[in-house]
Nanobody
Framework: QVQFVESGGALVKPGGSLRLFCVAF????????MSWYRQAPGEGRELVAG????????NFADFAHRRIAISRLNDNNTVHLQMDALKPNDTGTYFC????????????WGKGTQVTISS
């Protein structure tokens, strides 16, 4: 069964940085595009960024350009999200999943990791 375990979330002041981590289990990781999503309180889940299986392709939401980077280590089944210049509206729970423009495993989500941006 597919499983995603996210970590790295924290309380950070505006303008700060965070690096999020996701480990994936139960899938052919090195053959899967991967992506990060976020869900703000009371809102739906939205795509933040995606990365192709070979790391050559990247896809970003408009709000993520120039502030957020996505990377992966296929040897460790991990995908990372580096976020800089954080803003209060970046607050939310962050999840990973397979997929590039949208989640592949729509019924299999991890618990996510909480990111709170506040002074």
């Amino acid at each position: 069964q597919v499983q995603f375990v996210e970590s790295g979330g924290a309380l950070v002041k505006p303008g700060g940085s965070l690096r999020l981590f996701c480990v994936a289990f139960g899938l052919a990781f090195n053959k899967k595009d991967m992506s990060w999503y976020r869900q703000a309180p009371g809102e739906g889940r939205e795509l933040v960024a995606g990365i192709s299986a070979d790391s050559f392709g990247r896809n970003f939401a408009d709000f993520a350009h120039r502030r957020i980077a996505i990377s992966r280590l296929n040897d460790n089944n991990t995908v990372h999200l580096q976020m800089d210049a954080l803003k209060p509206n970046d607050t939310g729970t962050y999840f990973c999943n397979a997929g590039y423009y949208g989640p592949t495993f729509r019924n299999d989500w991890g618990k996510g990791t909480q990111v709170t941006i506040s002074s």
